[in-house]
């Protein structure tokens, strides 16, 4: 319970001073390390705002403590009651874009977790066949189902639309 109190106070001063630091970032790894339960909490949860904060306005240390917090996250993903993954999982998207700014122009550290996170996070894909007139005459629809299999996750059914 006092690891629980932990989590919980850290949280609150990062509301209350609006900043996030190494420290801060170290503090958190080192509970939900240690405390792997502790990831499924609210507290836990509402941590997950500031360290998208810090992966874009953080030092590289505080990008890199950033991304290890994220990472303990997803690990406890699957053991977390559902709704609890469900919230971490939609609080954790708006990191895409930064996760794949990290990728591109990160050091290479940072590759391997970052492109563990994006494997997970829900988000939106967009497929455009810009030439396609054959495949479309052949289907006699001007949308198609196709399944797409992203990284290892499972194929998942998706409609292209025709762009002309």
Not at 72 to 77: E, K
Not at 107 to 124: A, H, I, S
Not at 128 to 157: A, D, E, F, Y
């Amino acid at each position: 319970m006092l690891s629980f109190h932990l989590v919980a106070a850290i949280e609150k001063d990062l509301w209350a001073t609006g900043t996030v630091n190494e420290k801060y970032l170290k503090a958190l790894n080192a509970l939900f390390g240690n405390f792997p339960r502790l990831r499924a909490t609210e507290p836990a949860t509402r941590s997950i705002p500031h360290l998208v904060t810090s992966l874009k306005t953080g030092s590289e240390a505080t990008q890199e403590a950033a991304l290890d917090a994220l990472f303990l996250l997803r690990q406890a993903w699957s053991a977390c009651p559902a709704e609890v993954s469900r919230a971490q999982l939609v609080a954790a998207a708006d990191a895409i874009p930064l996760l794949q700014y990290l990728i591109q122009s990160g050091p290479p550290r940072f590759q391997e977790k970052t492109e563990f996170l994006l494997q997970c996070l829900p988000g939106t894909l967009e497929v455009i066949i810009k030439s396609g007139n054959n495949m479309k005459q052949s289907v006699g629809n001007p949308s198609v189902c196709c399944k797409l299999t992203l990284g290892n996750t499972p194929p998942r059914q998706t409609i292209v639309s025709w762009i002309y």
